[in-house]
């Protein structure tokens, strides 16, 4: 079945240093998703990416989908402490009549003051 | 998030007990979604609903069943809980190709 897989699992950065996570998928998606969790909260979508290739910015994070599209990441510049969080990401799967994301573990980002 | 809401929020339940989750939407979405979420486990899905009275099983959905009689709710029963369910449990929502709304989650102990 269809796997998504997210590298490092953890990551400990100084405030200030930039921040990749990196997100695979033993097939082609659709589109890919990125969600965020802070500690004790529930995963927040932050962004859906759908062309091969595609790159979109939200503010210091910035967000790829590869040609092939099966493979994203994450890059978030200049990390603050509110960046603290565990992100996600997620390719759907469809079956006739049904739609599901498969999630990666994720990566949970810890931010040093 | 405005649209979703999980009850209860917390519960403590004794070992072989039913135990019932409620997950209650108010944006008409087709799918809905159970999910746990373990340690070194991220999100696993339990089971999903793309339909009234249309429901599936997901990856870990032994010793859990569901229910859906109405496009606004969304209930996940354990049967006879096990302290293995202990977890933080989380509904979602979605429309096709869409992101997940995530409810706020209810954590479930077994004791």
């Known amino acids: 079945g269809q796997q998504v897989m997210q590298i490092p699992q953890y990551q400990h950065v100084q405030e200030g240093e930039d921040f990749t996570t990196y997100c695979n998928s033993s097939t082609t998606l659709s589109n890919i998703q990125w969600y965020k969790q802070r500690p004790g909260g529930h995963p927040v979508f932050l962004i859906q990416?759908?062309?091969?290739?595609e790159v979109k910015k939200q503010k210091r994070l910035t967000f790829q989908f590869g040609e092939a599209k099966k493979n994203s990441s994450l890059h978030i510049t200049a990390t603050q402490t509110t960046d603290v969080g565990t992100y996600f990401c997620?390719?759907?799967?469809?079956?006739?009549?049904?739609?599901?994301?498969?999630f990666g573990k994720g990566t949970k980002l810890s931010v040093i003051p | 998030d405005a649209g979703i809401t999980q009850s209860p929020r917390h519960k403590v339940t004794e070992t072989g007990t039913p135990v019932t989750l409620r997950c209650h939407q108010t944006e008409n979405h087709r799918y809905m979604y159970w999910y746990r979420q373990d340690p070194g486990h991220g999100l696993r899905l339990i089971h999903y609903s793309y339909g009234v009275k249309d429901t599936d099983k997901g990856e870990v959905s032994d010793g859990y069943s569901v229910s859906r009689s109405k496009t606004e709710d969304f209930l996940l029963t354990l049967e006879s809980a096990t302290s293995s369910q202990t977890s933080v449990y989380f509904c979602?929502?979605?429309?096709?190709?869409?992101?997940?709304?995530f409810g706020s989650g209810t954590r479930l102990t077994v004791v």
């Open positions: 990416l759908v062309k091969s290739g």
């Open positions: 979602a929502i979605s429309e096709i190709l869409g992101g997940y709304t």
């Open positions: 997620a390719g759907p799967l469809i079956r006739a009549g049904s739609y599901q994301l498969t």
